[in-house]
């Protein structure tokens, strides 16, 4: 099982990828919305703990693996402003089978806004984003 | 001790990072004493925080190494 984990300023894309005997491949991207608190934003900024952010990532993709076997996994998030419409974190899971894939996908998810030292530190309204 | 704080852990202490002079381990309780009369505002985001030190979530009843550096984790909320 291999894991790639990235945590950066830039604007997130996961490049194609085919890992041989992976029959599936579930991707999510969470993308910042135009609303947060009921209230129009232009961006969210984004903080992160490194390297621990990275080290805890890892840690919960290991565990998950012991469940729901995976061979690859991609874990990118942003860091600093985000617009809206951009992708705040991509996170793509290559499994055998479709099952393994989504467990992991939706598990990971949940156990990142639970443990991994990253946060959404101010939303940002002007239209002209600093 | 280098102590970090992060999100609106540092916006309440006014700082992102300290050295306390602390040359053995200590408590989670401890610290937060130390960190709340440093930053008494910290009150008010002592109980959903949690303690890391050396990168790693330090549990309840566990202690903080001086020689690593620790950090005040509030509620994460990435993705």
């Not at chain 1, 990235?6 to 919305?33: D, K, Y």
């Not at chain 1, 129009?40 to 469940?67: G, S």
């Not at chain 1, 729901?68 to 793509?92: K, N, Y």
Request: hydrophobic share 45%; charged share 25%; proline share 7%.
């Amino acid at each position: 099982m291999n894991i790639e984990v990235q945590i950066t300023n830039s604007v997130l894309a996961l490049p194609p990828c085919h890992i041989p005997g992976c029959g599936a491949i579930a991707r999510f991207e969470g993308v910042v919305r135009g609303i947060e608190d009921g209230q129009p934003i232009a961006a969210l900024e984004y903080e992160a703990y490194l390297p621990m952010a990275e080290k805890v990532i890892r840690e919960i993709l290991t565990d998950l693996n012991e469940l729901h076997p995976f061979a690859f996994s991609r874990v990118h998030h942003r860091v600093g402003v985000v617009p809206v419409g951009e992708a705040a974190i991509i996170l793509d899971v290559h499994a055998s089978h479709r099952a393994e894939a989504f467990a992991v996908l939706s598990k990971f998810m949940d156990r990142l806004k639970r443990d991994v030292p990253i946060w959404k530190v101010r939303a940002i309204k002007e239209a002209r984003l600093s | 001790m280098k102590v970090l704080y992060f999100s609106n852990a540092a916006s309440l202490a006014g700082c992102r990072e300290e050295h306390w002079e602390i040359d053995s381990p200590i408590s989670t309780e401890e610290f937060w004493t130390e960190a709340l009369r440093r930053h008494p505002q910290l009150a008010s985001i002592h109980i959903q925080s949690r303690l890391a030190s050396g990168g790693e979530y330090v549990p309840q009843k566990g202690l903080l190494d001086p020689r690593e550096e620790a950090a005040i984790i509030p509620p994460v909320s990435g993705g």
